[in-house]
T-cell receptor
Framework: DAGVIQSPRHEVTEMGQEVTLRCKPISGHNSLFWYRQTMMRGLELLIYFNNNVPIDDSGMPEDRFSAKMPNASFSTLKIQPSEPRDSAVYFC???????????????????FGNGTRLTVT | SQELEQSPQSLIVQEGKNLTINCTSSKTLYGLYWYKQKYGEGLIFLMMLQKGGEEKSHEKITAKLDEKKQQSSLHITASQPSHAGIYLCGADIITSNTGKLIFGQGTTLQVKP
């Protein structure tokens, strides 16, 4: 099991540039989450997908942020245009659902990638 | 997230000492997860608690969820330098089985040899 893989590990870009962060979830996991971590706000959930479909994007800060999951093994988080206040560590996490039905099913703990440290100057 | 309050924010202990970290919510916690994070790395899952009164242990770390399912504690016995890091509690407070977690601000632990 290779775990959740994120790329790049570090990204430094100038304000106004487009940034794309990538994530490969653990094979077989059907839920994928994008989080952002800063000193001021801690770990915030941006968006999550279930079976490749966006379920809740209420944490996406602005229209400058967009996320896609074209298939079960790949997701991207894009920021366009980037701003200095977007500087943070962005984490991707995945999990799987065991069982069936709304009562009997439960989710595995989230497995996190090592994150992408984004610096916007 | 202010919905999950962790205390203390930071902790410095001498190697061999015991310590406790708390995680409190004003809402019912449907699933409570403890993670550990080292600087520059992702979060590593430690334990998951779901039932009121539940207690789990792994090596020298014990986590409990109170009966009302609004508070959890993480206790480390005979701390070692390897226990140093940031401990975060995460919880599903909306309903069970969404997998969507909110997190506390974290507790930074330093263990002095």
């Amino acid at each position: 099991d290779a775990g959740v893989i994120q790329s790049p590990r570090h990204e430094v870009t100038e304000m106004g540039q487009e940034v794309t962060l990538r994530c490969k979830p653990i094979s077989g996991h059907n839920s994928l989450f994008w989080y952002r971590q800063t000193m001021m706000r801690g770990l915030e959930l941006l968006i999550y997908f279930n079976n490749n479909v966006p379920i809740d994007d209420s944490g996406m800060p602005e229209d400058r942020f967009s996320a896609k999951m074209p298939n079960a093994s790949f997701s991207t988080l894009k920021i366009q245009p980037s701003e200095p206040r977007d500087s943070a560590v962005y984490f991707c996490a995945s999990s799987t659902t065991y069982g069936t039905g709304s009562i009997s099913s439960y989710n595995s703990p989230l497995h996190f990638g090592n994150g992408t440290r984004l610096t916007v100057t | 997230s202010q919905e999950l309050e962790q205390s203390p924010q930071s902790l410095i202990v001498q190697e061999g000492k015991n310590l406790t970290i708390n995680c409190t919510s004003s809402k019912t916690l449907y699933g409570l997860y403890w993670y550990k994070q080292k600087y520059g790395e992702g979060l590593i899952f430690l334990m998951m608690l779901q039932k009121g009164g539940e207690e789990k242990s792994h090596e020298k770390i014990t986590a409990k969820l109170d009966e009302k399912k609004q508070q959890s504690s993480l206790h480390i016995t005979a701390s070692q330098p390897s226990h140093a890091g940031i401990y975060l509690c995460g919880a599903d407070i909306i309903t069970s089985n969404t997998g969507k977690l909110i997190f506390g601000q974290g507790t930074t632990l330093q263990v002095k040899p």
